[in-house]
Every structure is written in structure tokens, then in C-alpha cells.
């Protein structure tokens, strides 16, 4: 069955599926605005494997856009709102687009740096009345064409095109209900991008439950955020760490009670176990289920039971249901608790490799598994333990430091509320270790006292040479931490 009948087939018409503080669209109307949009690609002659973006926010055209892409057998491939110009004409040269469903308001910023070939079709199609048709669903769809194109973070490289399968879509969204127990009550507060796949993720588990999806396009002011989950009773809410940081450290969010909150998801990167542990304080009714993923991996790897977070804090837990997770050493042999070696992944979620780059595929995706580039432990019971991205590790006195480590100690002072740490070259140290910190507004919080904070609990060679101050960290379109450019900033 194409994804697009799939994640419809089990909506109420009548039910509510997308809500803000200032509109309400049910299933019906979500159906008739992509069966409407399903027509202007069938208009402009977009077939079977032609690559179409969308660039917008979330709203009812961003998820009309993209169900009329896969209902089409095109190819949907969501740019960010954050780009540059410049940036969203190398991802075009990159990917090839015949169509872009736009929404109008971002169009004199990106229209004159795309190809003027480039269709577009924006947001305002949607009120005029045209004959659309959907088509019955076909069940003997193959499933292994593609279905998107989702770009990687981009945090420490270059942005890849990710190859997602139907397939992909539907064993990744099948597996985060299951473990996930969704259903058509389930209501979640949707902060997170669509066009990130962690976003990507909550429009296709809640469509296919028959759920709701309360959404929002900017997190900048947390205190409305709050209020809007309130008013619209949201029984989950999902975020990576950055999100989970303002909202402990910088809202209102642990004094309230938050009555309808059931189920929190984290992923995205790691939240400190410090930060976890206030997490559950605050919101005491809901289940907290910590996870990980990637990208190539259409979102979820693997999750932690809520019920493990008292005897497994700081753990990612296991593979999700039909994905297996190894820890191998450079041998390819799985590891021994408490021995260090990198995540593979195997299971249907797994993407089958990047647009056009052969030799990153043969580096990322061996043999039907996936490379992820994370090192981690397991411990007897066979729980995973993240080190640090091979990437983020400093070597400070010979020694390997896992900058997640340092990050934790730092966060424990209560007037943090975010952090990053990254090495330097060094002539003595051979990397010293760097911090840049944001403080609530007014902490008095000095460099010497957080230097000593780190001197108390780790070992020398783990201790920050200095830290720097800073108004906010910067953070990608999907929330994370963008690492270069503050490696950029120290080497400036």
C-alpha cells in the first residue's frame, strides 16, 4: 500500500488531526487539501520517481503537500525554513526537484537564487475549488521505491540526501506505535520541524492512529508553548535536548502541573542524566521514554522502557521492535560490558544508502547494516550506553575525553542552562578542552566556579582549560548543536 493511503487509512473524516490557538483541521479536510494538491502535481505532469520539495512550516499544506507527493509515487524532499538562499540552491543542484510546494510568505526570500525552471506551487491553490480525485489504495504498491528524501543534520559534515523507502516509513512508524502503545487519544504537542525526520516521525505515527497533532512553528517563546499545550489538553510532547534544556532551565514548564501530559519523548542527541531526572520530577504522571536515531534510519533506533530509567539512567536502552542494535569493535566482534565500540543497526527503517554518493554508502551501509558512528558500552543486561559521536571525542593528555561527560558535570549547576564542550589544539594538552556555557538571565555563576565544579568531580585531564560564556548556543534546524561553529569561534 503507498504510505500515503497507509497513514490515512485509519482517521475518523470527522476527527480532529491538526490544531493551533488560531485554526482546527479534521481528517476530511486534510484528505481534500492532498487530493486537491495530488491534482496540481498530475496538472504539471510530476510522475513516478520526480523529486518534489516542500518549504514551509508546520501547517495543513505542509501536510497535504507531502501525502500528494507519495500518493503520486513522487519523491517529497522537505527543505528548511532555516536555510540560506544559497544553501536551498545547493540542495536543489543536489537533488534535482521538478516541483516545489512553497508557502508564499518565503517566496521573495528563496525565488531568486532557485532555477526558474523549478515549478512552484503555493499555499493559496488550496482555496480554489478544482474536481480533485484520490485514487483507491493499491495493495500491491511496491514498497521499495522511494518516498523522501531527508537531509542529515549536518553537524559535523556536510548535509547527505538520505534515501527513504514506503517501506522504510511504514516499519519505522509500525515500531514507534508499538513500543509508543498510541492510539486515536493521543494528542502531541508537534514543535519539532516536520522537515526534521524526528518531525517527520510524529505526523506519521499520530496520522496513522488517528491522533492529533498540536502545532507550533517557533519555540522562541516557551511560555506560549506552555500555554497552548494547556489549552488544547496535549497528552504528549516530544523534543531533543535544547528543547528539554529551556524548558527546565529557562520556563515555567517544572511549575506547572500539566494534568493531560501522558507521554514525553527525547531524541535527538543526549540529555544529560541530570536533566532527565528533573524531567520526571516535573511532570511525575507521564512516562518518560528517552530514545535514539538517525536520520538513515528514517528516525528510531531504539528506546528505554520509563519503567528502566530508575535502574538504567543515562542509557538508550534497547533496539525498538524490529530493529536489531550490535556494539562491535574494529574487529566486527560485539563487545564485552564495559568495553568501547560503534552502534550497527539492522532492521526494514534502514534506509538503503545517500543520493549519489557511493563511497559514503560503502563507509555507512555494509552489508544490509547501518554505520551509525556512535561508540557505546553495554552492560550484562545488554542495555547500550552512548560514549560520544567519534567525532565530538578530545584527546587532552593522551587520554580520551568523551565531551558528553564533561557536558553532564557542568550541568549540574543549576544556573546552566546549556552547554557544549569541544577540543582545541594545544601544544602541552595536545587538545584542550573548551566550554561554552549559557547562564540564566541574572546567574552570577563565574568561570572559576565552574572550573572548580569540574576539578571536584573529574579527573584533571577531564577539566575545562577555560569557558566562554555565551547568549545562546547555535543550533541547526533541527535543534542540535552545530559543534563547527563554535570550533570556528574558538579558532577565530
Known sequence: MNTADYLLENGNPDALFLLGDRFSHSYQDVKKAAARLYGELSKIGVSTGDR????????????AAYLAILKQSAVAVPFAITLTPEDAIGLQNLVNCKAMFIERRFRAKYVGALPAELVLIFEDCLD????????????????????????????TAQPHAVR????????????????????NEDRIMAVLPFYYCFGT???????????????ANSFVYPELILDLMESAECTGFAGVPSTYQTLLRNSSFPRREMKSLRKLQQAGGKLQNVLIEELVAAVPQARVFIMYGQTEATARLSYLPPEALATKLGSIGKGIPGVTLRVLDDNGHAVKPGEVGEIYALGDNISPGYLNEPEANSHKFI????????????????YIYIVDRKADFIKSHGFRVSSQQVESVILELKEVVATAVIGQPDLVRGEAIRAFVVLHEG??????????????????????????????????????????????LSAG
Open 367 to 382: 552489508n544490509g547494516m547501518l554505520k551509525t558512528g556512535d561508540l557505546a558500552t553495554v552492560d550484562e543486561d545488554g
Open 164 to 183: 527513504v523507502t514506503h517501506r522504510n516509513i511504514q516499519a519505522n512508524t509500525n515500531s514507534i506505535i508499538d513500543y509508543l502503545e498510541l492510539s
Open 443 to 488: 546567574a552570577a555563576l563565574t568561570v572559576e566556579e565552574i572550573i572548580a565544579h569540574c576539578g571536584r568531580r573529574m579527573a584533571n585531564y577531564m577539566v575545562p582549560r577555560d569557558v566562554v560564556f555565551i547568549n545562546k548556543m547555535p543550533l541547526n534546524a533541527h535543534g542540535k548543536v552545530i559543534k563547527n561553529e563554535l570550533r570556528n
Open 201 to 215: 516521525s510524529l505526523l506519521h505515527t499520530h496520522l496513522r492512529v488517528g491522533g492529533s497533532l498540536v502545532l
Open 52 to 63: 518534489v520539495a516542500i518549504l514551509g512550516g508546520n501547517s495543513l499544506f505542509w501536510a
Open 128 to 155: 480554489v475549488p478544482e474536481p480533485a480525485e484520490w485514487s483507491e489504495a493499491d495493495n500491491a504498491f511496491d514498497l521499495s521505491q522511494d518516498a523522501a528524501l531527508m537531509f542529515t543534520s549536518g553537524t
